[in-house]
């Protein structure tokens, strides 16, 4: 007689976690009890990512049980990693999503509903945000026919420069606020929240790089109407591609961010279900005859943006070990900024939000009352303008040494080609503020290596010590 499907299962599970163990070991945390798994680290030959994957076989057998119940589509793992993240964040509602470039674009669109009356945001309306950083931060602004108005970023939090938000403002056509918090560094959310307040706007947080982040004690991505999330491999947790909508306050939001997701319905059915509003063929909406189905009738010019079961599977594992990750990517940007830290001669480095100076003792914060605590992105430099030698030179001698380094995203993006191009062919479609001399300066100085919960100790120390050496070469 031949086994059971349930037995069959549990042994190809644990099959499963047997070769996870073998074939992922790269991909365990660089610190804790799984350490000692890794494969040895020799420098200059192993690679150090600036970000990447971490996970074990959990989130391997998590998957392939997934693949096995053959769901496929959103379902039971999509329903509960929504409500342990909303209950991780202390939101009303998560809506998860594809990516979060898809998350930005639905927390957009999800504004411009007619649904929202007169706090409908409408083609023509602006929108600030700020200069420098990630092209899907500004780019569903854009696509809903909305007018981006460009503010500066301080060099020093790679933030916003929330001095120039009333230059910014237009009585009338200013809508709302979106943006992020660079590097899993909050912005000044009491400025921009106060701001937004006195002015009746909407407020995004593009929280996809601050996982974990905190402004006053209160996690980031809780302060907005929406907040965004990106769940790709260099994030904070990942689901290979993935993303998140946090409604924050408001749970008619949630309706209209899961419209746009899902084609655009009006019908607020999940997938299996036929009649949540026990009137499937009662409703008459437009033109459309009475009794039209419900799960046929469309109140927006939606996407498909949903993300498969098994992600979510991998999510939920993700999530366990989100607390852990956080504390790693912290800890990683302390240990470089005291190991690099006589080298302001040549480097400016990153702060944050309300710091006025960093020592081997800790911040020392202004005078505002607010404090910050961030879950790290990266590691930021500035090559300082008097400094022996160039950022270019800077990126290929890590780049030999197999250590990973980014630009900050797209710099000032306004200097992009496609903003370039945009601004000849129309003119209004953006609005600047200002010189932009911050972002032009993280455009031309800035770049950052890795804080992710991947990077050993040795890593570490390697990275330290190629920048040091390349200093004193030059």
Request: aromatic share 10%.
């Amino acid at each position: 007689m031949s086994e059971s499907p349930e037995k069959l299962k549990a042994e190809i599970l644990r099959l499963t976690r047997e070769y996870a163990a073998l074939a992922h070991r790269a991909n365990l945390p660089g610190e804790g009890k799984l350490k000692h798994r890794k494969p040895a680290f020799v420098p200059g030959k192993t690679v150090v990512p600036y970000a990447g994957r971490v996970f074990s076989e959990d989130e391997v057998e998590a998957a392939v049980g997934s693949a096995l119940d053959f769901w496929l589509t959103l379902g039971s793992e999509g329903v509960a990693f929504e409500e342990e993240f909303a209950q991780f964040l202390g939101v009303k509602k998560t809506v998860v999503a594809n990516s979060g470039s898809s998350a930005n674009l639905l927390a957009v669109s999800a504004l411009t509903s007619p649904k929202l009356a007169e706090r409908q945001i409408k083609p023509g309306d602006e929108v600030i945000t700020v200069a420098g950083g990630f092209p899907t931060t500004v780019a569903p602004l854009l696509q809903n026919d909305l007018v981006p108005v460009f503010i500066d970023n301080d060099p020093v939090t790679l933030n916003a420069r929330v001095e120039q938000l009333e230059d910014a403002f237009v009585e009338g056509k200013t809508r709302a606020v979106m943006m992020a918090h660079t590097l899993g560094n909050p912005f000044d959310l009491a400025t921009v929240t106060e701001f937004c307040q006195r002015h009746g706007l909407w407020l995004i947080e593009d929280n996809c790089d601050a996982l974990g982040s905190r402004y006053d004690g209160k996690l980031t991505g809780t302060f907005g109407d929406l907040s965004t999330q990106s769940f790709y491999p260099p994030h904070h947790l990942t689901m290979g591609e993935g993303g998140a909508v946090n409604i924050v306050k408001e749970m008619r939001l949630k309706v209209l961010v899961e419209s746009f997701r899902d084609w655009g319905r009006d019908c607020w059915c999940a997938s299996g279900a036929d009649n949540t509003c026990n009137k499937r063929f009662g409703w008459q909406l437009g033109d459309l005859p009475a009794g039209y189905d419900h799960k046929y009738i469309y109140s927006h010019l939606g996407y498909n943006l949903k993300p498969l079961d098994l992600q979510a599977a991998i999510g939920r594992k993700q999530l366990q070990k989100l607390p852990g990750f956080i504390e790693a990517r912290a800890r990683n940007w302390e240990f470089l900024r005291r190991e690099l830290a006589d080298l302001e001669t040549v480097f400016d480095f990153q702060l944050p939000t309300h710091a006025a100076s960093w020592s081997h003792d800790g911040f020392t914060w202004d005078k505002s009352g607010h404090q910050t605590q961030a879950s790290w992105f990266g590691f930021t430099m500035r090559v300082k303008p008097g400094a022996p030698f160039t950022r270019r030179e800077l990126v290929l001698a890590l780049d030999a040494a197999k250590i990973g380094v980014r630009m900050l995203f797209g710099g000032n993006l306004v200097r992009q080609p496609v903003f370039a191009n945009l601004r000849k062919q129309s003119p209004d479609a953006f609005r600047v503020v200002g010189d932009l001399t911050g972002a032009d300066q993280i455009l031309n100085e800035a770049i950052f290596i890795g804080t992710y919960p991947g990077l050993t100790q040795e890593m570490l120390g390697y990275v330290v010590e190629t920048i040091r050496r390349f200093v004193k070469r030059t």
